[in-house]
């Protein structure tokens, strides 16, 4: 049998070492050999003997702050020995390497797959009482190990070397030690009156040492942000 479909690149590819590594562009291969964790529905095929255990958001706590905030990451654990292949919509994959001592900020829809060794929680974004209709809660990841992100596009990486702004649509991730706030990006007039919008109401802002991933494309609101503002108190408490 001959075709195209059957070259080199499109071939599983192999290697000695566990871990992450991407198939292609596209799709992530996780050689398993003990644990991970993955968004829900992501597997796309698996070969091997792998158990997967739906985890809802992570813990009662991380469930609870979901259903309050509309982010975090609905996860199953993949346990066993096996490969196990993970997409997301032909959404683009990358892979980072975290440090011990890192800590990145991310959206919790751009999350694929990490390591069971990293740690996450929600958080509220710095600076986020003007509200926005999203972004206005990340997950953040610290620990060692690798996650796996995935973008709408090919994403840029801004260094923050000087007052930077960002569609809170399309900020997929960032350093969690830079500060962050709200900018209104669009001047209030007789034709934001008159209903005429530029469509860039607020845009985050991005202060510090760091790094900002943008992608070229702007994810929809998970949840309004009036909803969002009558939460605030409560949210308040358990972000604390």
């Given amino acids: 049998m001959r075709s195209a479909l059957f070259s080199a690149e499109n071939l599983e590819k192999e290697s000695a ?14 050689e398993l050999n003990g644990e991970a964790m993955a ?4 597997m796309v095929a698996y070969q091997g003997q792998v158990q997967f255990q739906a985890l809802g958001s992570g813990g009662i706590g ?7 905030t509309g982010e975090g990451v609905p996860l199953m654990k993949l346990s066993g020995q096996g490969d196990v292949f993970l997409a997301e919509l ?3 994959v990358h892979i980072i390497d975290l440090e011990p001592g890192d800590a990145l900020s991310i959206n919790g829809s751009s999350v694929l ?56 649509q399309a900020a997929v991730c ?4 830079l500060q962050t706030g709200y900018h209104r990006a669009e001047q209030l007039g007789l034709g934001t009156l008159l209903g005429r919008s530029t469509g860039e109401a607020f845009t985050m802002s991005f202060a510090g040492q760091g790094f900002v991933v943008v992608q070229p494309s702007e994810e929809p609101p ?4 009036g909803a969002q503002q009558q939460q605030g108190g409560l949210l308040g408490g358990l972000l604390s």
């Fill in 222 to 225: 998970v949840m309004g942000s």
């Fill in 90 to 92: 032909s959404k683009d």
């Fill in 17 to 30: 070492q566990p871990g992450m590594r991407l198939q292609n562009s596209k799709m992530l291969k996780i």
């Fill in 113 to 168: 797959a990490f390591d069971s060794t990293l740690s996450y929680d929600i958080k509220m974004v710095g600076g986020a009482g003007m509200a926005s209709s999203s972004g206005l809660f990340n997950c953040v990841f610290s620990g060692h190990g690798r996650i796996a992100i995935t973008t709408k596009g090919t994403p840029v990486v801004l260094n923050v070397d000087a007052p930077t702004y960002v569609d809170p």
């Fill in 39 to 42: 968004r829900v529905g992501s």
């Fill in 174 to 177: 960032w350093s969690a030690n």
């Fill in 62 to 68: 991380k469930f609870i702050k979901q259903r309050l």
